[in-house]
């Protein structure tokens, strides 16, 4: 099995990464990991306030994927964290897909949740076909989605076993920054949704889960300094 660090562009003040990622199975099913801001963006982008994205040609999460073979058709499963703008802008590409989500926060979005509005055109375009989770749910060997509410409700995370790595945690915004890894002091951050408990309940079970699977490394969610050190696509981890 493969594991790709996908590289979906920057957000300034502070070299800030948007990521997505990809796992091939040794079968060859392609399971997809959020989708980054809107491909639009790469020639107009819609900043929100206080934020600047760069999105640069071969950021867009069709050329990171052309970098490696593959195309948005040969997705089988896009598993999305959440619905955020810097995780959900291209999803109207995945209509092949089956679509992979807890189910409060599907519900939360679809039911009309302002957050969730700048990018209902892509991740609730009519095409999509969504599978509803509630809680950990094991996608396929070695492949499995972590409940981690807090940030926003539902959110998930992911658990990766490797041949030979070992098992990798993609944290995603449960724990933006490895400065937020321990959940007895870390700090909230101006986007997480008010739900202290919840976030400092989540950042455990990521730290619980990396200790008791003796994983070989936790990926936070938007850290610049852990990003400049990772191995990203098209090469990438096993
Ligand atoms: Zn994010």
């Not at 939360?108 to 009519?126: K, Q, T």
């Not at 790595?165 to 986007?191: E, I």
Request: hydrophobic share 35%; net charge negative; glycine share 8%.
């Amino acid at each position: 099995m493969r594991l790709y660090m996908l590289y979906l562009g920057t957000m300034q003040p502070g070299n800030i990464p948007v990521p997505g990622y990809l796992i091939q199975t040794n079968e060859g099913i392609n399971i997809l990991v959020d989708t980054g801001w809107p491909r639009s963006f790469v020639d107009t982008p819609a900043n929100p306030p206080g934020l600047t994205v760069e999105i640069r040609p071969e950021d867009t999460v069709e050329a990171r994927l052309e970098a490696i073979g593959v195309n948005p058709a040969d997705i089988r499963y896009l598993i999305c964290t959440h619905l955020d703008e810097d995780h959900s802008g291209n999803h109207d590409l995945f209509s092949n897909a089956e679509l992979i989500i807890q189910k409060e926060h599907y519900e939360l979005a679809r039911n009309g949740h302002p957050r969730f509005n700048a990018n209902r055109d892509s991740w609730g375009h009519p095409s999509l076909r969504y599978r509803l989770i509630e809680g950990d749910y094991e996608l396929l060997p070695g492949i499995v989605l972590l409940e981690t509410s807090g940030h926003v409700p539902g959110h998930q995370s992911l658990l990766v076993r490797l041949s030979e790595t070992g098992t990798v945690l993609l944290a995603a915004d449960a724990v933006m920054h490895h400065s937020m890894a321990n959940a007895g002091t870390r700090q909230m951050f101006v986007t997480d949704m008010e739900d202290e408990p919840g976030i400092r309940r989540s950042t455990q079970k990521i730290a619980d889960l990396a200790e008791s699977e003796n994983a070989a490394f936790v990926v936070y969610g938007h850290d610049t300094e852990q990003w400049a050190s990772l191995r990203l696509s098209p090469a990438f981890y096993e």
